[in-house]
């Protein structure tokens, strides 16, 4: 018998931005040496990254669906993580959580095309850039949050091989405008009400992007009347696009060779200046609004990218990622000699909080995240973290509360957490401790990553094939 050892070494991962999601699969290969895999090794940023013209919004078709009243009461979910990107409902009614013994009601449920691309609402309409598998095109489909009927779809053929799912950003709406990024880095944006094109732009063509393995998983950000992307590519590494017209109102050059990652644009404002921070893969970087580069690092470099950046004071930021990286502190600082960041330590994730694919909330002065499965004995809990006091721990749900790598939210002072096989559990925090206070599975799928939206008392879920509308409003006092 040969003296050989057969390695078979799956490593999963989904990302997301987010995001967006992704799964890797190590190539097995009989060595006689042990490697370890990493994301850049299994060849599937060539697979995904094919450059065939694409037509974007070419196809466009309308339903026989009647128009959402236009003075409902509207409970805006705009985009990735919400209002703020920050993954908290302040505005959510009270929910309930006290569920007859089949769940809460469901309002309705649609097919979708494979993957984990999550919805957005506004002008009780929902956005949802899907994929159909028959058509082999990217879609952006819209419907009524009423009933779940569909209005419009705006599709371009875009052939694409399975890899892990095909969908994984959310898309942004606002000033009766939708942005959307797809799987290839094509971009659309169109009239929120009529699905009219106004304007698309191929991101690998015209600004020499990179596609990252398993697709792209970056969603766009709508600030004021721009929108704001990073192509991370030869000719430009962050853009800002007027909303309307899709002209370049500025555009950086990309010196420092940073390459798209999973995550995605966040608004921030550090020593009172508001500025875009993008984690990209080779650093991080912060751009006032008129497209200047203040500050960047590449202190810490993890091979994939998903969760964004945190901020948590007004010159630090939580950072993490999957593969065991861990998570780490950055600090800006700003004074008479400019801008700088510095990494002031880093944890791997047995010893800090960390995340896998969701961003982190931080919320009245804690840091929640669930840990990744490569936490040791907190893996897929979720913890909560004082800032002040990293890397230490405060409180964990328990090994009887583990969640996998799905979405969870902030709304009605509890935490909703939807877990890889789409049970939705709610849990309280308080006095350093978390309560379950519910648990009931509402998705029939599997991998449920999407991120949640809540609109109301309405809450919208995915797996990987479907999405589902339930109904949260609390019925008893």
Known sequence: MRDRLIIALFTGIYLAAAAAGIVAFATVTPSRDITRSLPDMDGAETRAAAIDEVTIGENFQRFPIADPEADAEDYPWPGFRGPRRDNIADNAPPLGHDWPPDGPPLRWRISLGEGYAAPVVAKQRVYVLDYLEEEKADALRCFSLKDGGELWRRSYYNDIRRNHGKSRTVP????????????????????????????????????????????????????????????????????????????????????????????????????????????????????????????SSRDWQPPVWAPSPVQISQDRLFLTAGYGMGSALLQVTHDQNGWQAALLDKWKPTLAPAAEQQTPIFHHGMLFTIQPKDAGARRAQLVAADPSRLPDIVAASGREMRFGIGPFLLADDKFWILDDDGQLSILAFQDNAFTLLGRHRVLPGVDSWGPIALAGDLMLVRDSTSMACLELKRTNP
């Open 172 to 295: 942004a709406v606002a000033a009766d405008t939708v942005v959307t990024i797809g799987p290839r880095a094509h971009v659309m944006a169109v009239d929120a009400l009529s699905g009219d094109l106004l304007w698309t732009r191929d991101m690998i063509r015209q600004d020499g992007t990179e596609i990252p393995q398993w697709y792209t998983g970056q969603c766009p950000l709508i600030d004021g009347d721009r929108a704001i992307l990073a192509p991370a590519g030869d000719n430009a590494l962050l853009l800002a696009i007027n909303l309307r017209t899709g002209d370049t109102i500025w555009s950086l050059p990309n010196h420092l060779g940073l390459k798209m990652s999973h995550s995605s644009v966040m608004i921030m404002t550090l020593h009172e200046v508001k500025q875009y921070v993008y984690a990209g893969l080779g650093g991080i970087i912060g751009v006032s609004m008129d497209g200047e580069l203040l500050w």
